[in-house]
């Protein structure tokens, strides 16, 4: 059951990456172009998407006391801050995240296989990182 749940997620999620617009570079990009041709795009879809889930998360927390808390690395310690860095360069520079790239590997989109191939290079090579520093 857990796993049709997770497969019917995945769908609704990527159904509203390809909806909203966001598995086009394009958009992302265009939102990040202060400078340029600004495109208001990505914060409506943020804004949608924080407004759906705030009561969510709200109800949540007042229904079950613990169920909702901080991050268990709470303060965030350099690696943590450190790939978030990472991360955001790489979003800003190919408009793409993991989430739109897979929509846009299933589309077929020769840049989307690159992009997946390095997020997998990348989770191997910190797994390999984090063994050898334990």
Known sequence: MKSLFACISGLVFGIGLLVSGMADPANVTGFLDVAG??????AYVMGGA??????GFWWLRRRSEGALQWPARWPPDVALIAGSVIFGFGWGLTGVCPGPALVLL???A?????FVLSILVGW??????????Q
């Not at 041709?37 to 990505?42: D, F, Q």
């Not at 020769?110 to 690159?114: C, D, E, K, S, Y």
């Open 110 to 114: 020769p840049q989307a296989v690159l």
């Open 106 to 108: 299933g589309l077929g």
């Open 124 to 133: 191997k090579a910190i797994q390999l990182f984090s063994e050898r520093r």
């Open 50 to 55: 924080v407004a759906v889930t705030l009561p």
């Open 37 to 42: 041709r600004w495109t208001p795009l990505l």
